[in-house]
């Protein structure tokens, strides 16, 4: 994982840095710029957190859970399964060492709070405990949140935190990844004085996460074997996965249950994603209009409902819709939908991450056609807004950027003249150019000391 900052720690907890940052408090409160006083990755922070608080001196952490509700929250998350060793390498550490351990969900919502039991005491004046919400849009910038924002390690010191109250602190933190489908399952934070922000305590962090990656892996591979060879597993071994649909750049469809993947048909893969983005269910009838481009039936999308619960059926049963409605028995996690409420968050850079291609590309259903073109348009304006050479190159990559004149010349313009990468961007435009017969006019570099 490549961290977030450009900054040494030393650099970010140091007394002109923190006086940069309070001046840009003083800044914001005036109505005036932000440049020149916050590290890139801040100050981008601070603007998509101003979309949500327009106060920073407003803000305040809230209760997301009752403690009945978070505990079982919790115990049915994937991240409980590797607590064991977050708690080995970063949580004992911790205890009489001046800094907290947070671990949160892909929301950004914190399921455990542990480590020094004073410093436990002080966060609570500000509501830095278990069951509450620190995403970026309940607190504005501080590392748990825009670590997921950014999907990258992330170390915020001091002021740099948009809310004043957070001020005192600083903190560290890098997302955990799903080690099957690569989706984010939440985040683990280092919080404390200035030694939260130190290299070690980066560094520290990074290997448990990897570590905790690793074990999870370990986990899924066991529960797959035979019983006879399968080493003993912990109870509650089905908080190991969380039940997901990838649609992204497939025309098929691949669902994640209990461990195992089963590939979908386009129109199962269709169904199944639109009963997911519709959690309180919908009739037979108001699936045939979003599911089916031309008039059908409701006879024809209850046979075809019929054969998708056959097919879950043989592998579990636990994703088997029940009807009247139609309504999926539990949550189901579908990659775009992540993508997209990344996007609605202003997190593009961890959108793009996940993102795979358009969803289902070959799909003619009314509504599959409308949540594919919203997500492609929103991440192409992201990352285009975003002005940010990797970001570009990255979606560059993607088979739907291949004819996008307006993309390849917006990265040729931001890539500095002599940079490696921008011969690869100047060979593409002139290929477009030569065997397309796409006029992309490819400008000269300015290039310093030239006449």
């Known amino acids: 994982m490549t961290p977030s900052r450009s900054s040494s720690p030393e650099e970010l907890t140091s007394r002109s840095a923190q006086q940069r940052a309070f001046a840009a408090h003083e800044a914001l ?94 966060a609570e004046g500000m509501l830095f405990v278990a069951g509450a919400d620190w995403s970026e849009a309940a607190v504005g910038t501080s590392a748990p949140g825009t670590a997921l924002a950014l999907g990258a390690s992330v170390q915020i010191a001091g002021a740099e935190h948009f809310s004043p109250q957070v001020h005192p602190w600083s903190c560290t933190a890098v997302p955990l990844h799903d080690p ?29 996460v990897a570590a905790a990656e690793a074990q999870l892996s370990i986990h899924r591979l ?70 089916y481009p031309e008039h059908a039936s409701g006879t024809t999308v209850r046979a075809e409902m019929l054969r998708l619960r056959k097919v879950l059926a043989k592998h579990g049963g636990s994703l088997v819709p029940s009807s009247r409605p139609y309504r999926l028995p539990t949550d189901l996690v579908v990659d775009a939908v992540q993508v997209l409420n990344y996007l609605h968050r202003g997190a593009h850079r961890l959108a793009l991450g996940i993102y795979r291609g358009p969803v289902l590309p070959r799909s003619q259903a009314p509504a599959i056609l409308r949540l594919r073109s919203e997500i492609s348009t929103l991440l192409r304006e992201a990352v285009l807004n975003d002005a940010a050479p990797d970001a570009l190159l990255q979606y560059l990559q993607l088979p739907e950027a291949e004819y996008d004149v307006g993309a390849w010349t917006t990265a040729l313009k931001l890539l500095p003249a002599r940079s490696p990468r921008r011969a690869a961007v100047v060979a593409h435009l002139e290929w477009m150019d030569r065997e397309l017969g796409i006029e992309v006019g490819i400008a000269e570099p300015d290039v310093p000391g030239r006449a």
């Open 222 to 291: 066991q529960s797959r074997l035979p019983k006879a060879r399968r080493a003993p597993v912990p109870p509650k071994s089905s908080v190991l996965y969380r039940d997901s649909l990838q649609i992204l750049g497939t025309d098929h469809g691949v669902v994640h249950v209990g461990g195992r993947s089963i590939q979908l048909s386009l129109r199962h893969a269709e169904l199944l994603a639109l009963l997911a983005l519709h959690p309180t269910g919908v009739t037979a009838e108001q699936l045939a209009l979003m599911a």
């Open 180 to 208: 099957d489908s690569g989706t984010v399952l939440g985040v683990v934070d280092i919080t404390g004085t200035s030694d939260a922000v130190a290299a070690n305590t980066l560094s520290l962090v990074e290997a448990t």
């Open 29 to 122: 409160g005036q109505g005036d710029s932000l440049d020149g006083n916050l590290r890139r990755i801040v100050r981008d922070s601070w603007l998509r957190s101003l979309t949500h608080l327009p106060d920073p001196d407003a803000v305040a952490a809230s209760l997301f859970y009752s403690e009945d509700e978070l505990e079982a929250y919790r115990q049915s998350h994937p991240l409980a399964a590797v607590m064991p060793v977050i708690n080995r390498l970063l949580v004992q550490p911790s205890a009489d060492s001046g800094l907290l351990v947070a671990v949160g969900d892909e929301n950004g919502r914190l399921l455990w709070v542990d480590g020094d039991r004073e410093l436990r005491r002080r």
